[in-house]
């Protein structure tokens, strides 16, 4: 991106919106893996509908059904040979319009390795799961040289985004984090887990009015239904946490994710999508439109379609 170029966070104007590009329906967030016990044993006994492999073909006719056009597909596991995998699909499936995969960042090895990865077409950002590391990790000088050095990478296609999977209790350190790196773009996703099953909102609303207060974050509506109750979850329940995300960021600064296939545990594809629809039909059918694809084409950089 030359330096004349408009930011990707910056909000995108009323014609933008309208226009073709900006009216894609795309899913900023879904997985796709070949389930073994051993590499998702956080896939509990509650969950163990989703203990199988799910790949493009079967997210194929839930795309059509709903009308998304095209998905940015996260990793689930934290090997290299998962991005790989997910990368291949990208090259097959022109329903993947962008890979957050995995490298890791805390390694010597990550400059040689993110020059080599960041060159694939596909590869629009990164993620470590640190929703499952201690919170000294936060102040990690290996992991920040990482963040540092993706800023920087000379042979990435776009300026590669961040996505920060935490929960409720990291918020404060992710705050740090995202602070300390003022140039590098970071995706919130799930709304940082709150804690919706128990009807909970604060801290959590708080720390993600801070965190929204930080320009170079944006948010994903993802997540939710699993963490809220399963069997009895209603929209009612989702709403405050959507309305304090809406008030906090803005329609500019949030995308929609299904986090598919793990949002089957409580609500198939069809009905997440719905259920954010209802909860945004207050916006503008410009805003609408950016949050269900606009934005993630923007954050994200894919080509357009």
């Known amino acids: 991106m030359t330096p004349t170029s408009p930011s ?5 104007t009323e ?7 900006r009216s894609l329906r795309i899913d900023a967030h879904q997985h796709f893996w070949q389930y073994t016990p051993a590499e998702f044993d956080w896939i509990d006994d509650a969950m163990a509908r989703i203990r199988r492999d799910f790949l493009p073909a079967d997210l194929a006719p839930l795309l059509r059904s709903t009308g998304v056009d095209a998905t ?5 596991r934290q090997s290299l040979q998962e991005t790989d995998w997910l990368l291949a699909h990208a090259d097959a499936n022109d329903s993947i319009c962008g890979v ?3 490298l890791p960042l805390a ?32 102040a990690d000088a290996s992991f920040h040289r990482g963040l540092q050095q993706m800023q920087h990478c000379a042979s990435a296609r776009r300026p590669l985004v961040y996505d920060l999977l935490i929960v409720e209790h990291q918020m404060e350190q992710a705050i740090q984090l995202v602070d300390r790196h003022p140039n590098q773009i970071f995706v919130l996703d799930h709304l940082a887990k709150p804690r919706i099953a128990s ?9 993600l009015r801070a965190l929204a207060r930080r320009p170079h974050l944006v948010c994903k509506l993802s997540g939710m239904v699993t963490e809220a109750d399963y069997h009895r979850w209603s929209i ?9 995300a809406l008030e906090a960021f803005g ?13 089957t545990v409580a609500a198939d594809y069809a009905q997440w999508f719905q259920a954010v629809q209802q909860m945004i039909a207050a916006c503008s059918q410009s805003e609408q439109a950016a949050i269900l694809g606009g934005n993630a084409a923007r954050i994200y950089q894919v080509p357009a379609r």
Request: proline share 13%; net charge negative; with cysteine.
């Open 72 to 76: 940015i597909a996260v990793q689930a």
């Open 107 to 138: 390694s010597p090895d990550f400059p040689r390795l993110l020059e080599h990865y960041a060159a694939h077409p596909a590869l629009c950002g990164l993620r470590h799961v640190l929703q499952a590391e201690p919170l000294s990790f936060f």
């Open 15 to 21: 014609s933008s919106c309208a226009t073709p590009a």
């Open 8 to 12: 990707p966070l910056a909000a995108p």
């Open 251 to 263: 329609p500019s600064r949030l995308l929609f994710g299904s986090d598919w296939p793990v949002c």
């Open 100 to 102: 957050v995969g995995w």
């Open 236 to 244: 009612d329940d989702l709403r405050p946490y959507v309305e304090i």
């Open 199 to 207: 009807g909970q909102l604060e801290p959590w609303a708080s720390h």
